[in-house]
Structures are given as C-alpha cells and as structure tokens.
C-alpha cells in the first residue's frame, strides 16, 4: 500500500518555548516555501509536547503553555491549515506504539554515538543521571517521521544524526520484517549556509531556547532593538578605525541568513551589496552600531508582519484551538495506517488476521 510516488514533508518543534528565528531561517522559511510550491502530496507539521517532556518531564506546566504558542508561531509565519496539517504529539499515541516496536531495532552503543544528543546531555547537565526517555528521543522521532512516510524532512543541521538514525531504522525495519510499508526519509537543509545553525545572540551556541539566547518571532520591537544592540561582535574591533572580523561575528552571521539585495538600497544606499559592507568593516573605519542599526531594519523587514500575524491569530485562539484539534485528527489517522501496516508486517495483528487461529488449528491436527 506505500505509494512511493508521493511527496510528503513532517516537521516538529518543541514546546519549550516560544520559536525563534533560529527555527525560522533553519525550518520554518523552508516549510512554508515548500508548502508553497505546491509539489507536495502532503505536509505534516507536529507539535512534540511528549519529547519535549523527555528533558521536561518535571515541569509539564510548561511544556503546556507552549503547545498554543507554537501552534500560533506556525500560523504566524505562513504555514496554511488549508495546505499543512498541524498536529500535537502526545494525542497520537500510535507514535507511542510504534516508537516502542522501533527500540528493538537500535542497541545503545548506537544510540551513544548521536553527537546533537551528546552535546545536549553535557549542556543539560545530566552527569550520569540521564533519562532514558531523552537518550532514546531519536527513536521517538524516527516514528514520528516514518508514520506519516514522509520523505522530506525540513530542518536544521542539527537534525542530521537524527535523519541519519531514521533511515537506518527504516531499512533495519523494511529487511526484518520483509516489508517496504516504511519510508527512507531524506533531510531537506537550507541552501544558506549562515541559517543551517544559526548562533545565539551569545554568539556562544546555537541559538536555543534551552540557553536563552534567543530573538523571538514574538519580539517587540522595543526587545528587538535591545537585542540586536548588545549582541556579539569582534572582540577585537574597539575603535571604529579597527580592522574588524566578519567570520564568527553574528552580526554579520544574520546578515547572511536574513539580509536580501534590496535591503541596501532601502536602509543602506551607500552600499551595494553585503560583501561591500563586510570589505570596509574588514578595511577598518565602520562602527559596530552602524552595522547593528542595519541589522535591526532587517530583521524587522521579516518579523514585523509575522508579529502582527501572531497578534491577529491570538485575537482568534478559540480557531486556533480548534485547527490543533482537527489537525491532530487527520494525523492521528494516518499514523494508525502506518502502525497497522506495521503491525502487519510483523505478524502481531492477531485479531485482523484471519489466518492467525488458523495457523494454529492446523499445528494442533
Ligand atoms: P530546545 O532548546 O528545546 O531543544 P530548540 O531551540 O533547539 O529548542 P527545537 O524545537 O529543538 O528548538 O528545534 C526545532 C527545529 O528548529 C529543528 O528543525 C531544528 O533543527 C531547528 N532549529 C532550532 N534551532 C536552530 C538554529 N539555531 N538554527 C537553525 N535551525 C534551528
Ligand atoms: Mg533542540
């Protein structure tokens, strides 16, 4: 029954926060220009309260209020409950099936090699105290992706071990079990190089809303402004004559990811282009706040009209609730296809199987 013609894309975010504009340049952008083409068959778009109890497992209250936030997040930058079905995790608790059918088709030493998860367990602080629940969140994942067969998965380089790991399981799965009802998914990065993982206005780690490094869609421009003008630069660029660095610094890093050609003209004329800009802060002579203020403009090219869309949307939350909702339903069916195929394939759905009391009449004569 899996129809390989189809296109499909299923991304998630967690319910850790509000998102950000690390989630916008590394997914969001790319979700909804491809939700935008048209080419898809269909697009799956989750909310993952549930992983995102793996490391918030004492403070549900939080991952509660998010799951609204996210969803209007979603709404706000574009994505289009007419084209993209959004969905919550946990209210889909063939996920919870089919991850539990997944754990025996990984070993732990396999689990232990994943480098996003390995950062994250040193940056959470859990010494020898780790969940098992977040060591094996790549495991979960795998049946998020794999119940909806998507093929397309729009995210940011982090991900990479998290794909990589999907698709071992998926032909670990299709061989045992002599099947091709699961789909190999394929990682779909951004072309920009800068938005692949976009630091944090540290300029430290990747932004994160675990670090609280973060600009939020939901900024105001007041926060915006404030932001933007105590971020990281060069630390060796003291005076405005100083020959300043370009590389590592974020300003310029943001630059790259949101900055576009008629930006200049607009908000910087005596500029042609970013690599003009970057040659004269390289040369010496252009000030820090100069660039930032550039900056700033930018950034609020892209977040004022999603903030107002947000704001639009919030006046309407009872829809919003109800797109949740009716989101959750369609998906959850599609996931229940999936696990009985699975299920199938395995040879556990005694009670579809006509020939399962069959089979063991026949052994008793
Ligand atoms: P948490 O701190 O709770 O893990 P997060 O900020 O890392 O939150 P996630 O919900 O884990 O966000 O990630 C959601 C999606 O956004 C993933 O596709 C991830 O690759 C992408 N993403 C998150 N942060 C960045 C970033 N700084 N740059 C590019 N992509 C990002
Ligand atoms: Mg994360």
């Excluded at 003008?229 to 990811?257: C, I, Q, R, W």
């Excluded at 609730?321 to 599609?334: C, P, V």
């Amino acid at each position: 029954m899996s129809n390989e013609k189809e296109k499909i894309i299923l991304t998630a975010d967690r319910p850790t926060g509000r998102l950000h504009i690390g989630h916008y340049v590394g997914s969001l952008r790319n979700r909804v220009a491809l939700q935008n083409t048209g080419e898809f068959d269909k697009i799956y778009v989750m909310v993952a309260d549930a992983q995102a109890l793996t490391d918030n497992f004492d403070n549900p209250e939080k991952v509660r209020k998010n799951v609204l936030e996210v969803a209007l997040d979603y709404l706000a930058v574009g994505l289009d409950p007419s084209k993209t079905t959004i969905m919550v995790q946990s209210e889909i608790p063939e996920l919870t099936e089919m991850t539990f059918y997944f754990m025996n088709l990984v070993t732990v030493a396999r689990l232990e090699r994943n480098p996003t998860v390995k950062a994250e367990i040193q940056q959470k602080g859990f010494g020898a105290s780790i969940p098992a629940g977040f060591f094996t969140y790549p495991v979960s994942q795998t049946a998020d992706i794999t119940a909806f067969k998507a093929t397309t998965v729009p995210v940011g380089e982090d991900q990479e071990p998290m794909l990589e790991q999907s698709r071992e399981i998926v032909r670990s799965f299709n061989r045992i079990y002599h099947t091709d009802v699961l789909v190999e998914p394929e990682i779909y990065l951004s072309k920009n190089k800068a938005s692949l993982r976009l630091p944090g206005t540290d300029g430290k780690a990747k932004m994160s809303k675990s670090i609280g490094n973060c600009i939020y869609l939901a900024d105001t421009p007041e926060t915006i402004h404030q932001k933007v003008m105590s971020m990281y630069t060069d630390p060796d660029h003291l005076k405005v004559s100083d020959p300043g660095k370009v590389e590592g610094n974020t300003v310029f890093t943001y630059l790259d990811a949101f900055s576009r050609e008629e930006d200049f003209p607009e908000f910087l004329p005596e500029y042609g282009n970013l690599e003009e800009l970057k040659d004269h802060y390289r040369r010496g002579g252009l000030g820090d706040v100069k660039v930032k203020k550039f900056l700033e403009k930018v950034l609020r090219k892209t977040l004022d009209p999603i903030r107002e869309r947000r704001e639009e949307y919030s006046r309407h939350i009872e829809d919003v609730y109800e797109i949740l909702k009716a989101g959750t339903a369609e998906g959850r069916k599609a996931a229940g296809q999936t696990l009985f195929e699975m299920k199938d394939a395995m040879k556990i759905n005694y009670f579809d199987d006509a020939s399962f009391l069959e089979e063991f009449k026949a052994g008793l004569k």
